[in-house]
């Protein structure tokens, strides 16, 4: 299909788009699963040439197709997707629906989170792990480490299980929750335990002793959905 020539970039269409619906950086992130720096480095020019799957998401959440975003109309922001996008990536539209990405961290940047400005600092979104969990504030992904936290029953988060934590979900009695404890760089994962006005972090593995808190610990987020990759990773 011939298009007439279309001087601007895809960064100044981004932009247009997100004033037109009056939304932020950090609000079309929450929209359509791509992190904010990724946003920041399109509406900048840093990223010439973004990846189509993350333009295809952006698309989505702004009621545009891709192709817009990647190549601007002569006329009125297309609304719909091209045929040509369609033969192209129907299915990954199908696969992709509803999904939202979220970093990768360790343990020593889960105790700094709550302290960080804009905890999603570029580069962090090159190591991401996709979910339907649409989070409430800047949820991330932290690798389960040691065997605290395995049961011989009932619930159990064995090493090397995934675990996407959310800052904004409410912490209650019984949720699991990411804490980090005074004079500890690093956070830790346990199970809250609230009981007669006295707090606690209880290990799901009996062998392992409670942690009494009172005003010794910093809550940094709930742990929201688990899952396991087969695939090794590297540190």
Same mark, same amino acid.
């Given at each position: 299909?011939?298009?007439?020539?279309?001087?601007?970039?895809?960064?100044?269409?981004?932009?247009?788009?997100?004033?037109?619906?009056?939304?932020?950086?950090?609000?079309?992130?929450?929209?359509?699963?791509?992190?904010?720096?990724?946003?920041?480095?399109?509406?900048?020019?840093?990223?010439?040439?973004?990846?189509?799957?993350?333009?295809?998401?952006?698309?989505?959440?702004?009621? $545009? %197709?891709?192709?817009? !975003? *990647?190549?601007?109309?002569?006329?009125?922001?297309?609304?719909?997707?091209?045929?040509?996008?369609? @033969?192209?990536?129907?299915?990954?539209?199908?696969?992709?629906?509803?999904?939202?990405?979220?970093?990768?961290?360790?343990?020593?940047?889960?105790?700094?989170?709550?302290?960080?400005?804009?905890?999603?600092?570029?580069?962090?979104?090159?190591?991401?792990?996709?979910?339907?969990?649409?989070?409430?504030?800047?949820?991330?992904?932290?690798?389960?480490?040691?065997?605290?936290? $395995? %049961?011989?029953?009932? !619930? *159990?988060?064995?090493?090397?299980?995934?675990?996407?934590?959310?800052?904004?979900?409410?912490?209650? @009695?019984?949720?699991?929750?990411?804490?980090?404890?005074?004079?500890?760089?690093?956070?830790?994962?346990?199970?809250?335990?609230?009981?007669?006005?006295?707090?606690?972090?209880?290990?799901?593995?009996?062998?392992?002793?409670?942690?009494?808190?009172?005003?010794?610990?910093?809550?940094?987020?709930?742990?929201?959905?688990?899952?396991?990759?087969?695939?090794?990773?590297?540190?």
């Amino acid at each position: 299909m011939n298009r007439e020539k279309d001087e601007s970039s895809v960064g100044d269409r981004l932009r247009k788009l997100m004033q037109d619906k009056g939304l932020g950086e950090n609000e079309l992130a929450r929209q359509s699963g791509v992190t904010q720096p990724t946003i920041h480095r399109i509406l900048t020019g840093e990223s010439k040439s973004p990846r189509h799957t993350n333009l295809d998401k952006l698309a989505k959440a702004l009621g $545009t %197709s891709s192709s817009f !975003l *990647s190549y601007g109309s002569s006329g009125e922001n297309e609304p719909m997707q091209t045929k040509a996008d369609y @033969n192209v990536s129907s299915v990954a539209h199908l696969q992709s629906r509803q999904q939202y990405v979220y970093p990768i961290i360790n343990w020593v940047q889960a105790g700094q989170w709550t302290e960080a400005v804009n905890p999603y600092e570029p580069g962090c979104e090159q190591e991401v792990v996709a979910t339907d969990y649409q989070a409430k504030g800047y949820a991330f992904w932290l690798e389960v480490r040691g065997d605290s936290m $395995t %049961s011989p029953a009932g !619930l *159990s988060v064995p090493e090397g299980m995934m675990i996407l934590v959310d800052p904004e979900e409410e912490a209650l @009695n019984g949720s699991l929750v990411v804490a980090q404890l005074e004079g500890s760089d690093e956070a830790t994962f346990k199970r809250l335990v609230i009981d007669g006005g006295q707090k606690f972090l209880k290990p799901l593995n009996p062998g392992y002793p409670l942690i009494p808190i009172n005003g010794n610990c910093r809550l940094i987020g709930v742990a929201v959905e688990m899952k396991m990759s087969l695939r090794p990773r590297t540190h």
